[in-house]
């Protein structure tokens, strides 16, 4: 598509044969569809002076709940004042939840330019319009979250309609 722009959080586009505008795309013959809004990625911080950036341990997902182990990660030129830190995220309970390496997610890197933090919360997520559409609006009515964490290396989304547990280990 041709000449994308931000206006109000909306997608605004004009195409060969689309124009997006005030969240409806509308064919030059007149048709309309609904039109996403712009994913917004909110910082985390779910406990105080939560590591800044992360890389991923390990992540499991057992009977217990789905377990992510991530350590501080410093960036070559920080002042490194201490030995990194530990960080236990532990969702009891979850609706699904994805990894998939960073190199394949550049549209997300993209839309998110934020470097300095790892944890976000996604409002108007595209993941849970999916999953909204795909369960045929099960979770409608429910407030679901839509969790990343983006580490060096991973990118993984959790939806979960309840907090997790967050631990400095």
């Not at 309970?93 to 190199?103: C, L, P, V």
């Amino acid at each position: 598509m041709e000449g994308i722009s931000i206006c109000d959080q909306i997608v605004v586009a004009e195409g060969p044969l689309w124009r997006y505008k005030m969240g409806k795309r509308e064919s030059k013959l007149g048709k309309t569809n609904d039109v996403q809004e712009i994913q917004k990625f909110i910082s985390w911080e779910p406990i105080p002076d939560t590591p800044r950036r992360v890389i991923c341990n390990s992540l499991s997902d057992g009977d217990e709940g789905l377990c992510i182990e991530l350590s501080e990660y410093f960036l070559p030129n920080d002042a490194q004042s201490s030995v990194p830190r530990k960080l236990r995220i532990k969702f009891d309970a979850f609706i699904a939840y994805r990894n998939i390496d960073e190199s394949y997610r550049l549209r997300l890197l993209e839309q998110n330019q934020n470097r300095e933090v790892s944890l976000f919360i996604v409002e108007s997520s595209y993941w849970l319009d999916w999953l909204q559409k795909e369960s045929h609006g099960y979770y409608e009515d429910r407030k679901v979250v839509h969790y990343l964490i983006m580490s060096m290396n991973d990118c993984i989304d959790v939806l979960s309609e309840f907090e997790p547990d967050i631990e400095i280990v």
